[in-house]
């Protein structure tokens, strides 16, 4: 499995990524994203947005069927990647029961009150964080 910031990604590999899952969005994974690569194939993609300088927000985390085994991997190389940018706190929201076992399972913590969960009121889901060391 191979991260690659999408703007680095092959075109090619992109639009036929985009074509089968025509439920992400574009314009800021092809801005600041990334994409998930197995076996030379596009499988999934994540925005690690910064809110402030220590603060990141885990988007748009998606991966394709075929990959769903390795989301806890994926997760993991996500967190990975927040320690290297120098984060302190990674959010996500998450949107399905199943992701928030995942969540759990890898040490998030629910929460209720922070700065992204006053600006960004969930309507549904939970926010998760976890405390980047």
Not at 94 to 107: G, Y
């Amino acid at each position: 499995m191979k991260l690659i910031p999408a703007n680095q990604a092959s075109e090619e590999k992109l639009e036929c990524f985009f074509q089968s899952n025509p439920e992400v969005k574009t314009d800021l994974l092809l801005q600041i994203g990334y994409i998930v690569e197995l076996n030379d194939k596009i499988e999934g993609c994540f925005v690690l947005d910064s809110f402030d300088d220590e603060i990141y927000w885990l988007k748009q985390l998606y991966v394709t069927k075929n990959a769903a085994a390795l989301l806890p991997v994926l997760v993991e190389s996500v967190l990975a990647l927040a320690k290297k940018q120098e984060a302190r706190e990674v959010f996500v929201h998450s949107h399905q029961p199943m992701v928030d076992v995942l969540l759990e399972s890898l040490q998030f913590y629910p929460q209720k009150d922070s700065v992204l969960v006053d600006k960004y009121p969930a309507k549904s889901g939970n926010w998760w964080s976890y405390q980047v060391s």
